[in-house]
């Protein structure tokens, strides 16, 4: 499928990217970009000549490269359009006018530069971090629209999928699957240190998790059998459900803040996962690497000297990240799959979206290997940070998501940590994970409205 893009030199780097990214790599077609610095719209001509014409309203809006100097529109609307399906696009900038004909629809609402806006994660420019560094919910443009749990760009996507049929019905596009990405954070592999004895004695005295925790101090200490070693238990049950782990360690030493475990006591266990033929391993970089290149290439090296490969997938410890550097540090240490950008206070679609896809870089203005496959549902963010919610309301919530995920066939990448299938025995989250993975099954998918 071929489409010629017309639009002009404004910008024209950033503009690329996130055209090619729409067109190229999601939908699979071959573009032809054309600049005629006379135009205010974007251009999408059909082989047969029809055109899809979208305002160019963010980029003109720019006056520099100043994006820490971004602002963002008050008040938010929506374009409604009905083709096949009926397309409820967000907006920011432009008007909800749709204008259209035989020849040509015509877009008021510019979904490019919002797209941008989100793929890019050009708004955490803003200061808005909190004490560990982190852009936050709130005060974000998803908490001011109220739109996390919408994957506003998979509905831009397949609202211009969609035109595209309308003018020209033979196109053909690349097949996105819907997959459950299952992922481990461990951040620590021992359950039973002293200091976790006493909080379990004086924590717990009366609770149904009391004499169970006992016995498996008991058989850490006597049995050398950790519950926070579980590697071959989370295997099982992936293999169960038809699922694959991807287990992202972390390689702090002894004297780096946050160490909790040295990973060279593990190598077999690693080597374990890493040869199992349906697992992964990957690296869980820690604090000080998500704007540290030095600290970045010691703990991913490491990593790679266990099992004598390039690493594939990183996450960030506590979801750290930094807009200037972190995706450009994990780029030139030939990670292929970032994991790591969701919130931690909420579940739901930080970047708009639930396809994998290419990132960009701001310093080097320009399109990484590096892929970004955001993070949906986080378990600590269900326990902790939702915890206001009843147990039937959780469900609500990821019914929502995890069906927009079913409804764009994208990847529901889903961090259960380790320690949390022990963890959670005995309270009113043991049944969290498998309810989960039974809302995530394909066939369980119903239509939204």
Request: with cysteine; charged share 30%; glycine share 4%.
């Amino acid at each position: 499928m071929k489409l010629d893009i017309y639009l002009n030199e404004n910008f024209k780097i950033e503009k690329e990217y996130i055209l090619s990214v729409i067109f190229e790599d999601i939908l699979g077609c071959k573009c032809t970009f054309h600049y005629l610095n006379n135009l205010t719209s974007y251009k999408i001509v059909c082989p047969n000549n029809k055109e899809i014409i979208i305002d160019d309203i963010f980029f003109k809006s720019l006056d520099s490269y100043s994006w820490e100097e971004l602002d963002f529109p008050n008040s938010s609307f929506d374009s409604n359009i009905n083709f096949k399906d009926n397309h409820f696009l967000f907006g920011i900038y432009g008007s909800s006018r749709i204008k259209l004909d035989n020849k040509s629809i015509r877009l008021f609402n510019d979904i490019i530069g919002t797209a941008f806006i989100f793929l890019t994660r050009v708004e955490e420019f803003r200061q808005n971090h909190d004490r560990l560094g982190r852009y936050q919910y709130k005060g974000s443009l998803a908490e001011k629209y109220n739109i996390l749990n919408r994957p506003i760009v998979n509905e831009y996507i397949s609202f211009l999928k969609e035109c595209i049929k309308h003018f020209f019905p033979d196109a053909i596009f690349k097949k996105m699957d819907y997959k459950v990405m299952l992922t481990h954070d461990i951040d620590t592999i021992k359950r039973w240190t002293f200091k976790h004895f006493i909080k379990h004695a004086i924590f717990n005295f009366g609770s149904k998790k009391y004499f169970p925790g006992f016995i498996s101090l008991f058989e850490s200490k006597y049995e050398k059998k950790d519950p926070y070693m579980n590697f071959k238990e989370i295997m099982d049950i992936s293999d169960r459900y038809n699922l694959q782990s991807i287990f992202l360690f972390m390689t702090l030493e002894n004297a780096d803040n946050e160490f909790l475990y040295d990973i060279n006591h593990i190598k077999t266990e690693i080597n374990e996962i890493h040869e199992s033929g349906n697992h992964f391993v990957g690296i869980h970089p820690g604090k000080s690497t998500y704007n540290c290149k030095e600290s970045m290439r010691k703990e991913i090296d490491s990593l790679k000297k266990i099992i004598k490969e390039d690493i594939l997938y990183s996450r960030q410890h506590y979801l750290m990240f930094d807009i200037k550097n972190t995706w450009g540090l994990l780029n030139d240490n030939k990670i292929k799959y970032d994991l790591t950008l969701g919130y931690p206070e909420k579940i739901g679609f930080r970047c708009g979206i639930c396809y994998p896809y290419r990132v960009f870089d701001f310093s080097k203005r320009k399109k990484l290997d590096l892929i970004e496959i955001p993070l949906i549902i986080m378990d600590v963010t269900l326990t902790k940070y939702m915890n206001e919610y009843s147990y039937s309301s959780l469900i609500d919530e990821l019914r929502i998501v995890i069906n927009y995920v079913k409804k764009y066939d994208g990847r529901l990448n889903i961090i259960w940590h380790n320690n949390s299938f022990y963890d959670y025995k005995n309270t009113q989250y043991e049944k969290l994970f498998f309810d989960i993975i039974s809302l995530s099954k394909k066939n369980d998918y119903l239509k939204l409205n």
